[in-house]
């Protein structure tokens, strides 16, 4: 069979043409992917590495004007103007990723979290508040909730800060128990302030049974009864509130003497201190110990030995303080200046710290007023830790 050279002839033709094809798709799917990734993005992306964020907002937005329909960019550059506080600007980009219509829905649902941060970051709470709402049923819900419950407690909306509790807490997504209880102690406060007493108790009686181990319920119904007369209540509380919460009786010991003096306990509360001082010295404790002694046994210089005792088991400089205080001085006419001078170096020493940022400050916070974190306050003071 003789080879029909007529077939190559028209077959070169035809695989050259295809060949061209061929190229121009690659050329064409080149270009695509170019535009998809625009120098100016890598050059934004390069500033943004080398912390030059002045440069990097140029070039993602020159990537932008290349390519507007890019969303990516938008998110990273809506993100770097909230970092650089140019709020303003990052909401009316992702304003303007949520008027798009081609927009995927986890998309949108993305660009609408970052709307929200960009109105908390504001301080615009109530168009956070409408932003985040909008995001439940969402893969942010639980961001989206818990960055409501931080919205409400900053503008003191305790009831609607509860319903978020309780939602956090029915999704697994923590232990609220001591917060609500917080909540409704807040509450109660705002009741007393209105005179509204019994409304202020009953608030007080749910948050103990919402977290029965937290303090602050029982201190605050405990002074509620002591305000209305009623020191004997007051007292029982106080001490209901010793067995549950052991680490907190620091700031139980004061209105336990005095309600105990009131309702005729003070032996009974004396015991109760001194054990409880044996288990876990403490400063306040031992002050309650001396006054509650003074009022049993009326005005003694051994009631002041308690602070010797306590300096045999801590060094403490406040506890020195307050024994010298009561001393005769071989120099008596110099103790008015060393007593000034004592008390002068012991006062940072009585402050209460943060352990969550360290803020200190001379009374006990339940939620501190730097880092807004609750219970971050331990019971006992600056130098006991």
């Given at each position: 069979?003789?080879f029909?050279?007529?077939?190559?002839?028209?077959?070169?033709?035809?695989?050259?043409?295809?060949?061209?094809i061929?190229?121009?798709?690659?050329?064409?799917?080149?270009?695509?992917?170019?535009?998809?990734?625009?120098?100016?993005?890598?050059k934004?992306?390069n500033f943004?590495?080398?912390?030059?964020?002045d440069?990097?907002?140029?070039?993602?937005i020159e990537?932008?004007?290349?390519?507007p329909?890019?969303?990516?960019?938008?998110f990273?550059?809506g993100?770097?103007?909230?970092?650089?506080?140019?709020?303003?600007?990052?909401?009316?980009?992702h304003?303007?990723?949520?008027?798009?219509?081609?927009?995927?829905?986890?998309?949108?649902?993305?660009?609408?979290?970052?709307?929200?941060?960009?109105?908390?970051?504001?301080?615009?709470?109530?168009?956070?508040?409408?932003?985040?709402?909008?995001?439940?049923g969402?893969?942010?819900e639980?961001?989206?909730r818990?960055?409501?419950?931080a919205?409400?407690?900053?503008?003191?909306?305790?009831l609607?800060a509860?319903?978020?509790?309780?939602?956090?807490?029915?999704?697994?997504?923590?232990?609220?128990?001591?917060?609500?209880?917080?909540?409704?102690?807040?509450?109660?406060?705002?009741?007393?302030?209105n005179?509204?007493?019994?409304?202020?108790?009953a608030?007080?009686?749910?948050?103990?049974?919402?977290?029965?181990?937290?303090?602050r319920?029982?201190?605050?119904?405990?002074r509620?009864l002591?305000?209305?007369?009623?020191?004997?209540?007051a007292?029982?509380?106080?001490?209901?509130?010793?067995?549950?919460?052991?680490?907190?009786?620091?700031?139980?010991?004061e209105?336990?003497?005095?309600?105990?003096?009131?309702?005729?306990?003070?032996?009974?509360a004396l015991?109760?201190?001194?054990?409880?001082y044996?288990?876990?010295?403490?400063?306040?404790v031992?002050?309650?110990?001396?006054?509650?002694?003074?009022?049993?046994?009326?005005?003694?210089?051994?009631a002041?030995?308690?602070?010797v005792?306590?300096l045999?088991?801590e060094?403490?400089?406040?506890a020195a303080?307050k024994?010298i205080?009561?001393e005769?001085?071989?120099?008596?006419?110099?103790?008015p200046?060393v007593q000034?001078?004592?008390d002068?170096?012991?006062?940072p020493?009585?402050r209460?710290?943060?352990?969550?940022c360290?803020f200190?400050?001379?009374?006990?916070?339940?939620?501190?007023p730097?880092?807004?974190?609750?219970?971050?306050?331990?019971?006992?003071?600056?130098?006991?830790?």
């Amino acid at each position: 069979m003789d080879f029909d050279l007529s077939w190559i002839l028209l077959g070169l033709p035809l695989a050259f043409g295809l060949g061209w094809i061929a190229s121009r798709l690659d050329l064409r799917q080149l270009r695509i992917e170019n535009k998809q990734a625009p120098k100016a993005y890598f050059k934004g992306l390069n500033f943004l590495l080398n912390e030059q964020q002045d440069q990097a907002i140029d070039a993602f937005i020159e990537a932008v004007q290349n390519d507007p329909d890019t969303s990516e960019l938008h998110f990273a550059l809506g993100n770097l103007f909230r970092r650089r506080g140019e709020y303003e600007r990052a909401v009316r980009v992702h304003e303007h990723l949520l008027s798009r219509g081609d927009l995927s829905l986890s998309d949108r649902q993305r660009a609408q979290h970052a709307l929200a941060l960009d109105y908390l970051k504001a301080g615009l709470l109530d168009r956070a508040e409408d932003a985040l709402l909008k995001l439940e049923g969402t893969p942010f819900e639980a961001q989206a909730r818990l960055a409501l419950l931080a919205n409400y407690e900053r503008s003191r909306d305790w009831l609607h800060a509860a319903q978020i509790a309780e939602k956090l807490e029915d999704s697994n997504q923590g232990s609220f128990h001591g917060r609500l209880a917080h909540y409704l102690c807040e509450q109660a406060t705002s009741c007393l302030v209105n005179q509204e007493v019994e409304q202020a108790r009953a608030l007080l009686q749910q948050a103990i049974a919402t977290a029965p181990a937290a303090p602050r319920p029982r201190i605050d119904l405990a002074r509620l009864l002591g305000s209305q007369g009623n020191p004997e209540d007051a007292y029982n509380t106080l001490v209901k509130s010793v067995e549950s919460s052991p680490p907190a009786i620091p700031l139980i010991a004061e209105p336990l003497a005095r309600f105990a003096v009131g309702s005729g306990h003070a032996l009974e509360a004396l015991d109760l201190l001194k054990t409880n001082y044996e288990l876990s010295p403490s400063l306040d404790v031992l002050d309650a110990i001396v006054a509650l002694e003074a009022t049993v046994a009326g005005p003694s210089p051994t009631a002041r030995d308690w602070y010797v005792r306590h300096l045999e088991r801590e060094p403490s400089l406040v506890a020195a303080a307050k024994w010298i205080a009561g001393e005769k001085l071989e120099h008596e006419q110099f103790h008015p200046q060393v007593q000034r001078a004592l008390d002068h170096a012991v006062k940072p020493l009585t402050r209460y710290r943060c352990a969550a940022c360290g803020f200190e400050a001379k009374q006990h916070f339940w939620q501190c007023p730097g880092c807004q974190a609750w219970d971050s306050y331990p019971a006992r003071r600056v130098e006991e830790l």
